[in-house]
């Protein structure tokens, strides 16, 4: 993975973490982090609703979420406000899903985060 690739990456995030969209519905607080974009899943809150009931490592789940909130974040841009994605965005989505996947695999989640292929499959349907 190239460093522009991390940069992008940083500023995703960085721009979620400066936006204030917590009034939507189906956001949650994971460890001492807010979620932004989990309206974009209610299975990803349902399961994070009560991560800490599930892991030994809370600071692993609050990572993994925070991940999971920039590929919603992506989501929502390229399919609901773009209504297109380029294949940078595409790549993100590919490599996001795959480090959540493994952190899932960590906390030995992996089958109950099955919801996030469909994330990436989204923005694959409207990749130019």
Do not use: W
């Amino acid at each position: 993975m190239s460093g522009d690739f991390f940069r992008e990456l940083d500023q995703k995030l960085n721009i979620i973490c400066e936006s204030d969209e917590t009034a939507d519905s189906g956001e949650i607080v994971v460890g001492n982090y807010q979620t932004r974009h989990y309206d974009m899943c209610p299975s990803a809150t349902k399961l994070y609703n009560d991560i800490d009931d599930q892991v030994d490592d809370l600071d692993l789940a609050e990572r993994t979420a925070k991940m999971q909130d920039v590929l919603f974040y992506l989501e929502k841009h390229t399919v609901k406000e773009m209504k297109s994605a380029t294949q940078e965005d595409v790549m993100m989505a590919e490599n996001l899903a795959e480090q959540i996947m493994a952190m899932a695999g960590m906390m030995d989640l992996e089958s109950e985060h099955d919801y996030i292929q469909s994330h990436v499959d989204a923005i694959k349907e409207v990749a130019k």
